[in-house]
């Protein structure tokens, strides 16, 4: 397994930025898928973002679709650049990881501790 520690969440106004971080620790990061998750309160968890270790291939879900991006590097840091936001945006943010690029679709091995994101009208 990889530990996961997400930074970048806030405050934002609608329309505004928001650039997510996730760190990671584990020699073997750069084997490991890496994908987003959020929960908003009352709401069950749902996927976001996926992105495979080679960062070849992603997907982002419908509800994201053009506005977030997903991107990895090296440095074992996986981003979620969050675009044109929006008040239903608003949830805590996970970070995930698999070693199968499909695991971290639904149900990923590994996942931090979470940052809030609220986006406000």
């Known amino acids: 397994q990889v530990q996961l520690v997400e930074s970048g969440g806030g405050l934002v106004q609608a329309g505004g930025s928001l650039r997510l971080s996730c760190s990671a620790s584990?020699?073997?990061?750069?084997?490991?898928?890496m994908g987003w998750f959020r929960q908003a309160p009352g709401k069950d968890r749902e996927f976001v973002a996926a992105?495979?270790?080679?960062?070849?291939?992603s997907y982002v879900a419908a509800s994201a679709k053009g506005r977030f991006t997903i991107s990895r590097d090296n440095k074992k840091t996986v981003y979620l650049q969050m675009t044109r936001l929006k008040p239903e945006d608003t949830a805590v943010y996970y970070c995930?990881?698999?070693?199968?690029?499909?695991?971290?679709?639904?149900?990923?091995?590994?996942w931090g501790q979470g940052t809030q994101v609220t986006v406000s009208s």
């Open positions: 584990g020699h073997t990061f750069s084997h490991y898928a």
């Open positions: 995930a990881a698999d070693p199968e690029y499909d695991a971290v679709h639904g149900n990923p091995g590994s």
């Open positions: 992105i495979s270790w080679q960062g070849g291939a």
